[in-house]
């Protein structure tokens, strides 16, 4: 490439960040160190795919990618970028096809839940739970994880000897802290076989049953229901069966939990990079997307936005998977590191900015006589 060619690209990329406060090659901890000419071309062809490739290959460095990352988003720089490829495609695939149908979720599942429990391990709080925590009095991440599983038990009134259907239940933290902590009756269903093995051991000796399950096919009814960051992986062809499926499971005065990521507008495909790279097939609903699909199903009675502490959560597990590194190189690459931190702190930027929330949704079939009284 001509040093003519390279200016050209570099000036154009430089004018992408206008207004972000995000500079190339500049002094603060959140710019751009460019270390391969590469990157330019990469990113005006490629958008936020090229963008997060070029980081995984070492073209650029950034000391702060979680403070680069918000102020990207919070000057909505990515809607400057043209569609590549890639991007199209899968908006032409999403509307094509059922990429969470049943005979793709356990797949998509091992993609991400099933690389390894010592990551998970590694990563996590000790209960391992891979959702945000809720951190309105606590301390540290383990605190923040226990007050939000708390939490759900709380907002759904939950009482001694009740039983609950726990929809993506993960390792099972949702059901041990449950059982062990109100006395109740869990059924949790998950699609990986990963988590079922390690939750299936965790949850020994408790009123706990854990099942390699898609939620389309769970039978049996149930006091209360209950789905913790698993709705991001539904996808939008199949939010009506999902909220379908909690109506049928619960009893006529339950009250079904929904915890999930949430779009600010409405889409039916996920970030390029993260849909390739970390979670394949997902996508995040929005409020307009929850709202029609659950219309005429369930009676929404309450809805809480503690989206700033996914920010706080996603930060707490990237220090511990920085930590953890030295115990978990043997297994996972330099390459493999990077994709990691990667992903962990631009998530954390995208909340930061206020780019997604973090829902905890109460639902009943009829809506509750005298009114729901929400709990904080």
Request: include cysteine; glycine fraction near 10%.
């Amino acid at each position: 490439m001509s040093s003519l060619a390279r200016d050209n690209l570099e000036r154009r990329v430089r004018g992408l960040f206008d207004g972000s406060g995000v500079a190339i090659n500049g002094p603060q901890p959140w710019d751009i160190q460019v270390g391969d000419d590469r990157f330019y071309a990469r990113v005006l062809a490629d958008g936020s795919l090229g963008f997060g490739d070029s980081y995984v290959d070492g073209w650029w460095n950034c000391e702060r990618i979680d403070e680069l990352a918000a102020r990207l988003l919070r000057a909505d720089i990515p809607s400057k970028l043209r569609p590549s490829v890639v991007l199209i495609k899968d908006a032409l695939l999403a509307r094509l096809v059922n990429r969470q149908n049943k005979s793709r979720v356990f797949r998509n599942a091992q993609a991400h839940y099933d690389i390894g429990n010592d990551l998970y391990r590694a990563m996590l709080d000790r209960r391992l739970t891979y959702s945000c925590g809720y951190w309105k009095t606590a301390a540290s991440l383990d605190e923040a994880q226990e007050a939000k599983l708390d939490l759900v038990c709380r907002k759904i009134g939950l009482v001694a000897g009740q039983s609950v259907l726990d929809i993506g239940c993960g390792w099972g933290s949702f059901a041990k802290y449950a059982a062990e902590k109100y006395g109740a009756r869990v059924v949790g269903v998950t699609v990986s076989e990963e988590q079922l093995k390690l939750g299936r051991e965790l949850c020994r000796g408790l009123p706990v049953e854990l099942r390699l399950q898609d939620y389309r096919d769970i039978k049996g009814t149930f006091d209360h229901v209950v789905s913790i960051g698993m709705a991001e992986h539904v996808g939008y062809k199949n939010y009506r069966a999902f909220f379908e499926v909690a109506r049928r499971c619960l009893v006529d005065d339950g009250l079904f939990l929904l915890h999930t990521i949430g779009e600010n507008t409405t889409a039916r495909t996920t970030d390029p990079w993260i849909g390739r790279y970390i979670f394949p097939n997902s996508m995040l609903p929005s409020a307009k997307q929850l709202a029609e699909s659950s219309e005429g199903l369930l009676v929404m009675e309450d809805w809480h936005n503690f989206g700033s502490d996914y920010d706080t959560t996603l930060m707490a597990w990237h220090r511990n998977f920085e930590a953890g590194w030295d115990g978990l190189a043997a297994r996972y690459d330099e390459r493999f590191r990077r994709m990691w931190r990667y992903y962990l702190l631009v998530c954390a930027g995208s909340f930061r900015s206020r780019s997604n929330q973090l829902w905890q949704i109460v639902y009943s079939k009829r809506g509750l006589p005298g009114g729901y009284a929400s709990i904080r």
